[in-house]
């Protein structure tokens, strides 16, 4: 699956169909997941994770076609808040059918593609030696930590009593 998208190709009708087989694959997966976990209709999921699926297209090839050296994941990110303002014609309808999707859902799914990624080039992981070990280490254990500080402020904030 890693095979279909190398972050490089132009927006050809092949490129296209790539990312589109590569969307379908991970919709999929992640509405099965979704069903399984948190019991969402499969039919309103599928819905749902279309619209993010045509948003996440309409970003990638607005980063290969615009003049601006601007990261697709921005694009998709300003056409979902611009499409879910309220307000939009398209708000509630977006608003619901995503909302069908549990954001661990796709997580999930997501990690487990970036797993079969880093297993392919593991050669060139083990070629950086020990040191990206501890350094990856340390980043995944500083965002983790770093989360729950956050999360644990919010809270007594918010006035839930802590654990």
Avoid: C, Q
């Avoid at 991970?26 to 209709?41: A, C, D, R």
């Amino acid at each position: 699956m890693a095979d279909f998208i190398d972050g490089t190709e132009n927006v050809t009708v092949h490129g296209i169909f790539n990312w589109i087989r590569l969307l379908i694959i991970f919709s999929v997966i992640t509405v099965i997941g979704n069903y399984i976990g948190y019991k969402h209709p499969i039919g309103e999921a599928f819905i749902g994770m279309g619209i993010l699926s045509l948003i996440t297209l309409a970003g990638v090839w607005m980063e290969r076609e615009l003049p601006f050296n601007i990261s697709s994941i921005l694009y998709i990110s300003i056409i979902g808040i611009v499409i879910a303002l309220p307000g939009m014609p398209t708000s509630e309808f977006v608003l619901y059918y995503v909302s069908k999707i549990e954001l661990l859902s796709i997580v999930t799914v997501f990690l487990a593609y970036v797993g079969i990624g880093m297993g392919k080039s593991w050669d060139e992981f083990k070629a950086l030696g020990w040191k990206a070990v501890v350094i990856t280490i340390l980043v995944i254990a500083s965002t983790y930590y770093g989360s729950a500080i956050v999360a644990h402020i919010i809270l007594v904030l918010t006035g839930v009593p802590a654990a």
